[in-house]
């Protein structure tokens, strides 16, 4: 069964979903049940593969890297170029597809398309300037060049809260640089990225060039696919411990490692602000995707002066937050992603509740996976809440007298993915950006994302960087070439 000739999709009704691996047979696995995170209805029936399948993925990597790294960077930024096309086209099918998996507001999804599309047309871009260098030789009759090759075939393995774009940025470098890669995405979200091979393949990318492997359980395929020496690179978006355990398992074959991790974002708001435009940014950062973003603020520290005005304006924000069905093109807030995801930011609320925090923000209503968007003051560093990354729509608010202390604070963790600040005096948002211990600043933007700058964190939140000319780097070796003329 291939996945090229199957009817490019939304889930529904329990529909199965082979495993886009050349060679893939049904028959060979078991199925898992895709359930909607807003009604527990069977969405879809997903492949679950295991080590044959992996095997059978690895094979044919290995195929596609040995032809893909001979085609020339204008061959491949024209696929990837189709491609970025073939998923605009395919937009509304593609952002259905991640409000039934992981009840992402339909109009979030379709933004999410379409900055996932924007790495294939950036990376298509920059495909072709991959260059390397000549450096001078001591020796009349020496040449010395530096070339930049593909590192071989990648293994990616990708989080459900942001289905297609987590999926480009690590693909669309890697394709461009000319490595084959094999991507294993979340067990919540396995079709948006079977759908991403259908348009690849559709557009005439080579399956064996971009696979994806599904699986309800990933050790079994990842404990394989880690020992096995013909993937040279991991990319790996996710959790912490699973990170730190992919990363330990890499040494016996010596791959190159990408791990974009959690975060525990801090957002610094000083009594210069202005307050409604801080609070317009805190909301972007804060509630998109519900909370379920790995950049977003997780803390909030406000200068006393304007604390008390800051509080209750956010607070009024976050009350007027449509909550809702995925499908509705009204909803601002979706479910949680699960009843694991929901208890956890239930239980950072409940706790924090239960230690003297205060919440500001209306209770609601509501049932299932949903979690009303919530802000607490008086919030203290004990707190479950400050320790630990939410994901979910749950605000703390913590007061600060002077710069120093709030820098302080904002670095008290073991994380460092994203921070950000807003203020309008010039030096302290020099002096504050550069004391930041983080991989990425937002400087009154809380939504610093693009295609063309380095995406990644430090400390606990990983190594290595995505995007811009940095992200393509992770997928090249440089390669000494020394070579005697008279020889
Ligand atoms: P997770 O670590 O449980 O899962 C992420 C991926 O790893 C999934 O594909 C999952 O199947 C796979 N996985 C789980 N156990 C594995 C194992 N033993 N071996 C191999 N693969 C395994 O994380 P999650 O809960 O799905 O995602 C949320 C986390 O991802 C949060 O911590 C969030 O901050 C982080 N995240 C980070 C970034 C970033 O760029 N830094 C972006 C998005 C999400």
Redesign the pocket.
């Known amino acids: 069964m291939s996945t090229q000739n199957l009817p490019l999709q939304a889930p529904a009704d329990g529909a199965f979903y082979p495993a886009a691996i050349v060679g893939f047979e049904a028959a060979d696995v078991g199925r898992y049940a895709l359930r909607s995170p807003a009604s527990g209805e069977v969405i879809a029936e997903i492949a679950d593969c295991g080590s044959e399948q992996a095997k059978l993925a690895a094979d044919n990597a290995q195929r596609g890297f040995e032809s893909w790294r001979q085609t020339t960077a204008f061959e491949r930024a024209t696929l990837l170029k189709a491609w970025h096309r073939a998923m605009l086209e395919a937009k509304d099918v593609l952002a259905l597809t991640m409000a039934r998996e992981m009840g992402k507001p339909i109009s979030e999804a379709r933004g999410e398309v379409d900055y996932a599309a924007s790495f294939l047309e950036w990376y298509a871009e920059q495909a072709k300037r991959i260059d390397g260098d000549i450096l001078p030789a001591q020796h009349r009759e020496k040449r010395l060049s530096v070339l930049r090759q593909p590192v071989g075939p990648v293994l990616a ?6 289905p297609a774009a ?1 999926i480009t940025r690590k693909v669309a470098p890697g394709l461009a640089a000319g490595c084959s890669v094999i991507v ?5 979200t396995p079709v948006t990225a079977i759908l991403l091979a259908q348009l690849w393949q559709q557009v005439g990318g080579p399956a064996e060039v971009f696979q994806v492997i599904t ?1 309800e359980r ?2 079994e ?3 394989l696919l880690m020992a096995d020496a013909r993937i040279r690179k991991v990319t ?8 730190k ?2 990363y330990a398992k890499s040494a016996a074959t010596m791959k190159r490692m990408s791990l ?4 525990h974002a801090p957002f610094l708001v000083f009594d210069d602000a202005d307050i409604d435009a801080a609070v317009a940014e805190v909301m972007a950062s804060k509630f998109r995707n519900g909370g ?4 977003c603020t997780n803390r909030v520290y406000v200068q006393r002066g304007i604390f008390e005005a800051f509080a209750e304006r956010l607070a009024a924000a976050a009350d007027a937050l449509r909550v809702g069905q995925p499908e509705d093109e009204a909803t601002q807030v979706g479910p949680l992603v699960s009843q694991a995801g929901r208890d956890k930011a239930q239980s950072h609320i409940d706790d924090a509740l239960a230690q003297g925090a205060r919440r500001l923000t209306a209770a609601r209503d509501l049932e299932g996976f949903f979690v009303a968007p919530t802000v607490l003051a008086d919030v203290t560093p004990a707190m479950q809440i400050m320790q630990e ?1 939410t ?1 979910g729509p749950v605000a703390p608010l913590v007061v600060f007298d002077d710069e120093a202390e709030a820098v302080a604070a904002a670095n008290d963790t073991p994380f460092g ?1 994203a921070a950000y600040l807003w203020t309008r005096n010039l030096g302290r948002a020099h002096r504050v950006s550069e004391a930041l211990d983080y991989g990425i600043v937002g400087v009154n933007d809380g939504a610093p994302s693009v295609p063309q700058a380095p ?3 430090v400390k606990d ?2 190594i290595g960087r ?1 995007g811009g000319r940095y992200g393509i780097d992770e997928y090249l070796d440089t390669k000494f070439v020394s070579t005697r003329l008279d020889g």
């Not at 294993?184 to 919540?188: L, S």
């Not at 974009?260 to 975060?263: F, I, K, S, V």
């Not at 379920?292 to 950049?295: A, D, M, Y």
Request: net charge negative; charged share 15%.
């Open positions: 393995i990708t989080p459900w809260n942001f987590m294993k995405p979340a067990e919540q699986a990933p050790a395929i990842s404990d790996f978006t996710g959790s912490t411990p699973v990170g355990h992919l974009e991790l959690g975060g379920q973003t790995c950049v990354e994901f993915l995406f990644g964190g939140s990983g995505e």
